[in-house]
């Protein structure tokens, strides 16, 4: 009896713990030669950026699951931004964002694209700018 018992207690945690992350988030996607500092997604019609959906390093090549339900609005269409560690700012907007979308970002030259993968493996990039905030203040490039 203790050992059914036993079995039944790790498939309940077991299906609690698939049941987390099952169709509840995104997932950002570092395909950057550094270390992306903060992620910012926002409505596009917000005014302000808000807080970062992440509070840990995206080293190049990782992955970082994100709570959909915080970014969920009446909206489909948001904003991304993202700092690098050389403080390189990547700006991509107006693109659809759905649950269990998994967003790449990537850069070619100053352009910044960031690949929205649905879990149907439809893609879609959107081109967006990489900058340096004092190039542009500076009125170079």
């Known amino acids: 009896m203790k050992k059914l018992l036993v079995v039944i207690l790790a ?49 190049p090549g990782a992955k970082l699951r994100v709570d959909y339900e915080t970014l969920a609005t009446d909206t489909a269409y948001y904003d991304f931004i993202a700092v690098d560690e050389n403080e390189l700012y990547y700006d991509v907007r107006d693109f659809s964002l759905r649950v269990g979308d998994t967003l790449a970002l990537s850069v070619d030259g100053d352009t910044a694209l960031l690949t929205v993968t649905r879990e149907d493996g439809k893609s879609s990039t959107y081109d967006g700018y990489a900058y340096h905030p004092d190039v542009l203040e500076s009125g170079a490039g």
Request: charged content about 15%; glycine content about 6%.
């Open 11 to 59: 498939l309940l945690t077991l299906a609690a713990l698939c049941g987390c992350s099952s169709g509840h988030e995104l997932i950002i996607r570092n395909d950057l030669d550094v270390v992306v500092y903060s992620v910012y997604i926002s409505p596009s019609s917000d005014e302000q950026w808000g807080d970062p959906v992440n509070y840990t390093l995206i080293r």
